[in-house]
């Protein structure tokens, strides 16, 4: 039976989530008797041509070469599947998304005309049809290994859309918030393993929403622990400020006064 | 006159994307070009406004290989700001945090990244059908790595637990003593790894880069020190911008940055190693001089060797800290801000990683400007190309495509952090 063909593509990102990949340094090797890695430039020179049985993207599309080429991958894919926050949501670049991109360029670059970029940052799924996504900013490798398994053995992936409050329950952490912290758990997809919470702080939704967020009684909530409209606004509006749960949020915020 | 036109879409083997352009005229090289056309995404524009407990978050996004190297750099650049004082037990255990940083980001360029080119493979998985036990022991070495990021920090791309002030959660001390072993066995991969490579065959060049790195008392810098380089240079960081400067070039979103006189710079490993070997524990020093390796090395290709010198130091380095460790009294301090602007750099696996904030009086950012370890070694891996791609020009293209792609994997660039895609075409005129 010939191995599933596997490709990895990169626009606008951090090269996190790919190397996710790379970082399941005990099955890697495992993988790669399973999974033909047809291509997959961080890690190999061999560069084989489509079409692919399954194809990752990872990063946002921020430039007009770019919104081009994710149609032409697209075509070369079995399954497309979104990995992380950048390809999911557009990434933390999306606050452009809320500001003047033309300016953004400006304060960087001493040549702003040397530069050629999109006024947004927008997700894989605005151009193209997605076939999966994996959440997080990073990824964690236990959604990815599971995808590809699950994908190996011909069934669907176990990927809860729970929020991160039940990761915290199940492994006896104290709830934060009810300490007075500030904390997206209630309103953010699971996965993480509620990782920030264990170490002493909020998550920060890097995950972006869970299914059906309530994200205004959250909002209220930090409300009454004391944060300004501002902070509201800042603490929906990082990695997943494109998710629409958390845009909405973050602009129902926006022009509240301090 | 006859043209000659190469291209190569994508190197590989790299982290980010870009290109490389060669142009001969005439049968010789006329230049030599990095290109870089990774979509930005201005991190230094979407800084501002942000609250300055928000940076570090933020920062470490700019780099999935080196999160530590963007949160080290701003958290100190914070509280130099406002003024803190951060105890040594503290700054042992960042110090700890980071030598993960280092032994995940040298192990997966050594041995899946750059070993490939001295074999003629192109990947690590095809080497690790030659070599599995070479690679099985790089892969283990950068898991202890990875594991010492993620009880410190949490996780090991994008680590949660560093804030100004100091971390939110303390590791105990059982947490850290059940890294032991694995460092133990990892200081043994580390030497088997450089034996194993000192054999490899290395085209025999010489380079005359001015090294700048850290220089750090009686310590192999990490994070902490002054800005030297081998040509004299001394000072405190906070003066970085009046001897160095970014440029930027048509063919590159990443900007370029120089000396002040317009020379390229070489950081990183070689620099670390030519202004610090002396500061190596013995173990290393016996196995350079055992590999003829001396105490400055110039040859780029060998920077191999100095990586694994540095997981090694980096195993000793982090069981020392373990064995040593008293959590401090508290997790971190509270910090009073106030208009300032503040500094920061680190040496990140690929060289000095540079940071400069504005803060107003409310601890929000003004402005702020981040120098990657890529930025800096763009110029010197042009001119590393010329040099070394320059004497074979009559080679097939294949020959040029590889050679040219192996002298810059030499400097295991990290593009997605100084902007990205790489793009190889020579064009012969």
Not at chain 2, 48 to 62: K, L, N, S, V
Not at chain 2, 78 to 89: K, L, N, S, T, W
Request: glycine content about 8%.
């Amino acid at each position: 039976m010939p191995r599933l063909r596997l490709a990895v593509f990169k626009f606008a990102s951090c090269d996190g989530c790919q190397l996710s990949l790379l970082d399941c340094e005990d099955e890697l090797l495992a993988i790669t008797d399973a999974v033909e890695i047809a291509h997959f430039a961080e890690a190999s020179s061999t560069l084989a041509p489509g079409p692919y049985d399954l194809v990752l993207v990872e990063g946002s599309i921020t430039t007009a070469q770019d919104a081009e080429r994710i149609q032409e991958i697209r075509k070369q894919a079995g399954l497309l599947v979104t990995i992380g926050a950048c390809a999911t949501a557009g990434g933390i670049q999306a606050l452009r998304n809320f500001a003047d991109a033309a300016e953004y360029t400006r304060a960087v670059y001493p040549h702003p005309d040397y530069i050629s970029t999109l006024a947004t940052s927008t997700p894989i799924a605005a151009h193209v049809k997605v076939d999966a996504e994996l959440r997080g900013c990073p990824i964690s490798k236990e959604s990815l290994l599971e995808f590809i398994a699950a994908t190996l053995a011909g069934r669907a992936p176990v990927l809860p859309a729970r929020p991160v409050c039940i990761e915290c329950k199940s492994r006896g952490t104290v709830c934060v918030l009810v300490q007075g912290t500030p904390c997206l758990g209630p309103v953010t997809h699971a996965g993480c393993g509620a990782l920030c919470p264990s170490y002493r702080r909020g998550c920060y939704g890097c995950f972006g929403p869970s299914e059906t967020p309530n994200t205004a009684a959250l909002a209220a909530r930090f409300t009454a622990l004391g944060q300004t409209p501002r902070e509201i606004v800042h603490a929906f509006r990082n990695f997943n400020a494109g998710a629409a749960a958390f845009k909405r949020e973050s602009e129902a915020n926006e022009h509240k006064t301090d | 006159m006859s043209t000659r036109r190469i291209e190569v879409d994508l190197l590989t083997r790299v982290e980010g994307e870009g290109a490389l352009d060669i142009e001969i005229e005439n049968g010789g090289l006329k230049t030599a070009h990095l290109r870089i056309f990774e979509p930005p995404r201005f991190f230094e524009a979407l800084l501002r406004g942000r609250d300055y407990a928000e940076i570090p978050d933020i920062t470490a996004r700019i780099c999935g290989i080196c999160p530590i190297a963007y949160q080290m750099g701003a958290v100190q650049a914070v509280e130099r700001a406002f003024g803190a004082d951060i105890p040594a037990a503290m700054r042992d255990l960042r110090r700890l945090l980071y030598c993960g940083e280092w032994i995940e980001s040298h192990a997966l360029h050594v041995v899946m990244l750059h070993a490939p080119d001295f074999c003629g493979l192109p990947d690590g998985i095809a080497l690790a059908r030659e070599q599995p036990g070479i690679v099985r022991a790089g892969l283990a070495l950068k898991k202890t790595g990875n594991a010492l990021m993620r009880v410190i920090g949490g996780r090991e791309i994008h680590p949660v637990n560093l804030r100004p002030g100091g971390v939110f959660r303390l590791p105990t001390r059982a947490e850290l003593a059940a890294l032991a072993p694995a460092l133990e066995e990892g200081r043994e991969t580390a030497i088997r790894l450089f034996r194993w490579a000192a054999a490899l065959p290395f085209p025999e060049v010489e380079r005359d880069y001015e090294f700048v790195a850290l220089r750090h008392g009686g310590e192999y810098p990490i994070t902490a020190g002054r800005l030297a380089s081998s040509r004299g240079l001394d000072i405190d960081i906070g003066d970085f911008e009046t001897e160095f400067e970014e440029r930027q070039v048509t063919h590159s979103t990443a900007l370029h940055a120089l000396r002040r006189n317009g020379g390229a710079y070489l950081t990183g490993p070689l620099a670390r190693y030519a202004l610090n070997s002396n500061l190596l524990p013995e173990t290393a020093k016996t196995l350079a001089e055992e590999a003829g390796l001396g105490p400055v090395c110039r040859n780029p290709y060998k920077s191999i060797l100095v990586r694994c010198l540095e997981m090694l130091f980096a195993c000793e380095e982090a069981l020392r800290l373990i064995a040593a460790y008293t959590p401090p009294a508290e997790a971190f301090q509270p910090l009073t801000p106030r208009a300032a602007t503040g500094f920061g750099c680190t040496e990140a696996p690929r060289g000095i990683c540079w940071h400069r904030y504005d803060f107003a009086g409310d601890g929000s950012v003004l402005a702020a400007r981040i120098v990657a370890p890529t930025t800096q070694n763009q110029p010197a891996i042009e001119e590393d190309l010329v040099a070394l791609v320059g004497g074979m020009l009559a080679a097939p293209d294949d020959a040029i495509r590889a050679a040219a792609e192996a002298a810059i994997r030499n400097h295991d660039p990290c593009i997605s952090c100084a902007t990205h895609f790489l793009r190889l075409s020579v064009r012969r005129a």
